[in-house]
């Protein structure tokens, strides 16, 4: 048996009208998902400043924010509150995107199936100074996790290194 399968890849890699940052280009893709064009989403908003590891070593970018001030920390440079906008953006997006898929009556019952994958919430941390921290995490967002029981959606953590992968990497 054979199936083809269209997939629209959205990622500012392909290009600047692929830039999810981008208001216009939010409204062509959630109009696009309204109307029923999509049996199914995978939104994978970028982790860069949502990780963990900007808390675990000096060797790269600081963090942005934290459980305390998940939407980034209020004293922040105006190059850093922009990364941390940019990934409020974006995870915001995504959930504007869930919340039509989840109540759209598009193509089937109950509107397209959704996913969205991004690291865990693993808690408190001891950060490079031995302090405790507890980095923020888009399943602490209330926008995000009302999506645990709306419709019967659920979660599932895993291990990306059960699938293949070369490291741990805990994934919900």
């Known amino acids: 048996?054979?199936?083809?399968?269209?997939?629209?890849?959205?990622?500012?890699?392909?290009g600047k009208q692929f830039d999810l940052t981008m208001e216009d280009n939010q409204k062509l893709l959630l109009h696009k998902i309204k109307e029923g064009h999509?049996?199914?989403?995978?939104?994978?908003?970028?982790?860069n400043t949502w990780s963990r590891v900007l808390?675990?070593?000096?060797?790269?970018?600081?963090?942005?924010r934290?459980?305390?001030?998940?939407?980034?920390?209020?004293?922040?440079?105006?190059?850093?509150?922009?990364?941390?906008?940019?990934?409020n953006t974006l995870v915001f997006f995504s959930s504007e995107a869930l919340?039509?898929?989840s109540t759209s009556s598009c193509s089937r019952p109950g509107g397209p199936a959704?996913?969205?994958?991004?690291?865990?919430?693993?808690g408190t941390m001891a950060d490079i100074h031995g302090?405790?921290?507890?980095?923020?995490?888009?399943?602490?967002?209330?926008?995000?996790?009302?999506?645990?029981?709306?419709?019967?959606?659920?979660?599932r953590a895993f291990h990306q290194c059960d699938f293949g992968a070369p490291y741990s990497k805990p994934t919900r």
Request: glycine share 4%; charged share 25%.
């Open 38 to 47: 999509y049996h199914c989403l995978l939104l994978t908003p970028p982790c």
């Open 131 to 155: 302090r405790k921290a507890h980095p923020a995490s888009i399943w602490q967002l209330p926008d995000i996790r009302k999506f645990d029981t709306h419709h019967g959606a659920f979660t």
């Open 99 to 101: 919340a039509i898929a």
């Open 1 to 14: 048996h054979h199936t083809d399968v269209l997939i629209d890849e959205w990622d500012i890699l392909k």
């Open 55 to 64: 808390f675990a070593n000096n060797w790269g970018p600081r963090p942005v």
């Open 66 to 87: 934290d459980a305390r001030h998940p939407l980034g920390y209020p004293w922040l440079s105006d190059k850093m509150a922009e990364r941390a906008a940019v990934g």
């Open 114 to 122: 959704f996913f969205i994958e991004h690291p865990e919430d693993l």
